[in-house]
């Protein structure tokens, strides 16, 4: 019986069908019912005349006809206010929006806003999406060059940033005509940008931690090393316009994930990365050619007349974009005959940590808020002194230099100098000599150190397990990493350590350390980390955990295949003693008696950047893992460290 009615069923399933078809071609048409009314408005009019501000949101639109999204938050009853303007591929919408509130200084709290000084010094705050991103027209390209070589276009951030304050000051009317313009990193790029023929009605520039060379020493390379935890980065930022495609990984810690994917460009390509245009850019120009070289800030500032006063802003503990301030303010200092449009600021922060608490990093104290007294007696008096109408004379000195270890505030006339008035700097040689003693002056030595680098087990950047990103909740601090305790790497059979005896006497360095090694290898092809440590005392009263410290002052590295020029890469000749001359980020920091100073010399940071495969490849982002190999590494003990040691003149 269930068979047969299995068999029947399809049949009764058609006649149903049939049956219900004809029953719907004869019912009758349905009755009206009445609508229940939505109680959703047609159009929601916000209550805001309790807020503090006025916000608008407009589209601004470019000389080519591509409009870019702005947002305009004006403080209520004001009159005659300046303009602060920030330009933006991170959302201009979200930077203006951190709180739900009817405060001004609530709503601008976190990146890119000094809320303080905004709200106190009453200015009219505007951010604008870059072209292409959130909620602007156009085609984003990354870090867009300037109409030229690289761009056969007419538009450009210059370009944009222009039109954007003629608009501005011709629809604001709140505003009294004044602009000026600030950013942080990428936003800090844009300032940049902006004095490159800039508008009548910009005032004044303040670029915080800027981008400027993405080869040299800023996001993308170090001296031609990969930096390929900017991957997560990258994807995110160019793949689609808001931001949505995410970064995803399988491991707890990125030092396996990038381990297994082996190079950096077989990453890219499991992560989606290679789709993009820019990351096609990064692997057609490893090497410092004229795509890198025509986009270099500090270079096309170089051949601008400065005509706006500029604040540059570095942080000595940046591990994004340590390079570009100094590059920029080197590259302009000749400019500034009058030494009344360029000034330079030196804080002990990381990437943007100038808008935050800058009272501690990591371990280390600096006995007072740094980024309040910058933010208080430095940047608003430095904007209110070209911005507002009236305001007095600031006593702004042309450079403010925060020195670590003494942890005090140092005014200079300029960059370095080391202190005001009766000392100069004389470079000083840091010897890495035999038994692995570092000596200050004296003849260089004979012999040598060695190790074996094994891409197989690259030296960690910082103690594993670890997670690129900033949320310390979930155990990301990768914005203090540069301060973190050195003493796991030193004690590695693969990092070379030379210490130095006990100071007697302080040491103060002001400028960039240049490393000067003597180095050989059993490869073809070899990076080499310098890194200038300040080694604490083996007990520090009331700061226990800063016993024997090791706190990394300065440090940087170097793809071996640049000896001899950066533009071409060439194989080094294997077992040959050979000459590496790079320069280290600046510092400004005195080693305090009792404590020791230090050199570690390694041939990976991972994954920080890359591993190199010891192997000479054309092109490394196509290494295969037959290409990684061991290399013996030797550093000759006519190898030093060059620092700029600040001393008394006599």
């Given amino acids: 019986m269930k068979s047969r009615i299995t068999?029947?069923?399809?049949?009764?399933?058609?006649?149903?069908?049939?049956?219900?078809?004809?029953?719907?071609?004869?019912?009758?048409?349905?009755?009206s019912y009445p609508a229940l009314p939505s109680e959703t408005p047609a159009q929601f009019e916000p209550v805001t005349t309790s807020f503090n501000y006025v916000k608008r949101s407009v589209m601004v639109p470019m000389r080519d006809g591509v409009k870019l999204n702005t947002v305009i938050i004006v403080p209520r009853g004001a009159k005659g206010a300046p303009v602060l303007l920030t330009r933006t591929p991170y959302d201009a919408a979200g930077l203006t929006s951190h709180a739900e509130s009817s405060d001004m200084k609530s709503i601008l709290q976190g990146y890119d806003n000094a809320a303080d000084v905004i709200v106190e010094g009453g200015y009219i705050r505007v951010v604008q999406d870059v072209r292409g991103k959130y909620g602007s027209e156009g085609d984003y390209v990354m870090n867009r060059p300037l109409s030229g070589p690289q761009n056969p276009t007419q538009v450009d951030h210059s370009t944009d940033t222009w039109d954007t304050i003629e608009w501005l000051t011709k629809n604001v009317p709140e505003s009294n005509g004044k602009v000026g313009i600030i950013g942080?990193?990428?936003?800090?790029?844009?300032?940049?940008?902006?004095?490159?023929?800039?508008?009548?009605?910009?005032?004044?520039?303040?670029?915080?931690?800027?981008?400027?060379?993405?080869?040299?020493?800023?996001?993308?390379?170090?001296?031609?090393?990969?930096?390929?935890?900017?991957?997560?980065?990258?994807?995110?930022q160019v793949v689609t316009r808001k931001n949505d495609a995410k970064w995803f990984t399988a491991t707890h810690d990125d030092y396996d994930t990038y381990l297994r994917a082996g190079s950096a460009g077989e990453l890219a390509r499991q992560r989606g990365v290679s789709q993009s245009g820019f990351w096609r850019k990064i692997v057609a120009h490893p090497a410092y050619d004229a795509f890198w070289q025509d986009q270099a800030m500090d270079k096309i500032l170089a051949r601008q007349a400065l005509t706006v006063p500029t604040m540059l802003v570095h942080s000595l503990w940046d591990a994004e974009d340590i390079y570009g301030p100094i590059a920029v303010y080197k590259a302009l200092k000749a400019k500034d005959a009058a030494n009344d449009k360029l000034f330079l600021v030196i804080g002990p922060w990381s990437h943007g940590g100038a808008i935050g608490d800058g009272s501690k990093l990591g371990a280390i104290n600096f006995n007072a808020d740094t980024?309040?007294?910058?933010?208080?007696?430095?940047?608003?008096?430095?904007?209110?002194?070209?911005?507002?109408?009236?305001?007095?004379?600031a006593s702004v000195a042309p450079v403010s230099a925060f020195e670590t270890g003494t942890n005090k505030w140092r005014s200079l006339a300029t960059w370095p100098s080391g202190c005001t008035s009766g000392c100069a700097i004389?470079?000083?040689?840091?010897?890495?000599?035999?038994?692995?003693?570092?000596?200050?002056?004296?003849?260089?030595?004979?012999?040598?150190?060695?190790?074996?680098?094994?891409?197989?087990?690259?030296?960690?950047?910082?103690?594993?397990?670890?997670?690129?990103?900033?949320?310390?909740?979930?155990?990301?601090?990768?914005?203090?990493?540069?301060?973190?305790?050195?003493?796991?790497?030193?004690?590695?059979?693969?990092?070379?350590?030379?210490?130095?005896?006990?100071?007697?006497?302080?040491?103060?360095?002001?400028?960039?350390?240049?490393?000067?090694?003597?180095?050989?290898?059993?490869?073809?092809?070899?990076?080499?980390?310098?890194?200038?440590?300040?080694?604490?005392?083996?007990?520090?009263?009331?700061?226990?955990?800063l016993g024997g410290y090791q706190l990394m002052i300065s440090a940087d590295i170097f793809r071996g295949r640049y000896r001899e020029g950066y533009e071409v890469g060439k194989p080094i000749a294997a077992h040959k003693a050979l000459a590496y001359k790079f320069a280290l980020p600046t510092a400004n920091h005195v080693f305090l008696p009792g404590h020791r100073i230090m050199v570690q010399i390694q041939s990976s940071w991972f994954p920080l950047y890359d591993r190199n495969p010891q192997t000479f490849v054309p092109n490394i982002f196509d290494a295969k893992p037959a290409d990684y190999k061991k290399a013996t590494q030797r550093i000759y003990h006519s190898s030093f460290v060059e620092l700029p040691v600040v001393e008394a003149v006599k």
């Fill in 7 to 31: 068999r029947l069923a399809p049949l009764a399933c058609i006649l149903a069908a049939a049956a219900g078809l004809a029953h719907a071609q004869s019912a009758p048409a349905p009755a």
């Fill in 184 to 236: 942080i990193s990428y936003d800090g790029f844009l300032p940049l940008m902006a004095l490159v023929n800039p508008h009548p009605a910009l005032k004044v520039a303040v670029p915080m931690n800027p981008m400027v060379d993405g080869w040299m020493g800023d996001d993308w390379f170090h001296h031609g090393a990969f930096r390929q935890v900017n991957l997560p980065y990258m994807m995110e």
């Fill in 371 to 393: 980024a309040l007294h910058f933010r208080q007696e430095i940047l608003r008096p430095f904007l209110d002194r070209y911005l507002k109408d009236g305001a007095p004379p």
């Fill in 426 to 545: 004389k470079p000083a040689l840091l010897r890495l000599g035999a038994d692995q003693k570092l000596t200050l002056g004296g003849a260089g030595g004979q012999g040598y150190d060695e190790y074996v680098a094994d891409p197989a087990k690259p030296v960690p950047y910082r103690a594993r397990p670890m997670q690129m990103g900033y949320d310390e909740a979930k155990g990301q601090s990768w914005p203090r990493w540069l301060t973190d305790d050195q003493r796991e790497a030193s004690g590695r059979t693969d990092v070379i350590t030379f210490t130095s005896d006990v100071l007697t006497a302080p040491v103060k360095i002001s400028g960039e350390p240049i490393a000067n090694l003597m180095a050989s290898t059993s490869g073809t092809d070899s990076d080499w980390v310098v890194k200038v440590i300040d080694v604490y005392p083996d007990q520090v009263a009331g700061q226990n955990a």
